[in-house]
């Protein structure tokens, strides 16, 4: 042991770093992908994702669910909504919030969209051939163990 063992201590090694990195370069890699083809944002693509699997939903919903800044998934609405992707509206029940909604052309470009994610979902299983199973498993540990955060790293 060396006379400064903080010295030793190898970030590359930590396991919160690795799994931030390789969260990161997934997420850019296939962002690359949806935003060359479709020009949409890694934001936007999450609002999208999850309106398609959630129906209408607030801002806040989204938040909590894709693990991103309210700020980030207001302007990723915006942008949607502007593109005719996305409608807004008040939400009956408490007038605070707003629904998202997927428009007829929003749910296309979604239906465009989910294919190349699920290929590049394939193309991920495909790399790590047996190690996907318990890396799943893992990551599916993580998850619910771990409380949520404010949505970034």
Not at 6 to 16: A, I, K
Not at 29 to 38: G, L, Q
Not at 66 to 72: A, G, P, R, Y
């Amino acid at each position: 042991m060396s006379d400064h063992p903080l010295r030793e201590f190898d970030l590359h090694t930590f396991l919160p770093y690795r799994l931030v990195a390789a969260a990161n370069r997934t997420s850019r890699a296939f962002a690359e992908r949806y935003r060359s083809e479709f020009g949409i944002s890694i934001a936007e693509w999450r609002v999208l994702a999850h309106l398609n699997h959630a129906g209408a939903v607030s801002v806040r919903d989204i938040e909590a669910r894709v693990d991103m800044e309210k700020s980030k998934v207001s302007r990723a609405a915006s942008r949607l909504q502007d593109a005719g992707y996305i409608t807004k509206h008040v939400n009956g029940g408490d007038r605070r919030l707003l629904e998202l909604r997927l428009t007829p052309s929003g749910q296309a470009l979604v239906a465009r969209l989910l294919p190349v994610a699920v290929a590049y979902q394939q193309e991920m299983l495909e790399r790590l051939g047996d190690a996907a199973p318990g890396l799943i498993k893992a990551l599916d540990i993580l998850l619910r163990d771990l409380p949520p955060g404010n949505g970034e790293t």
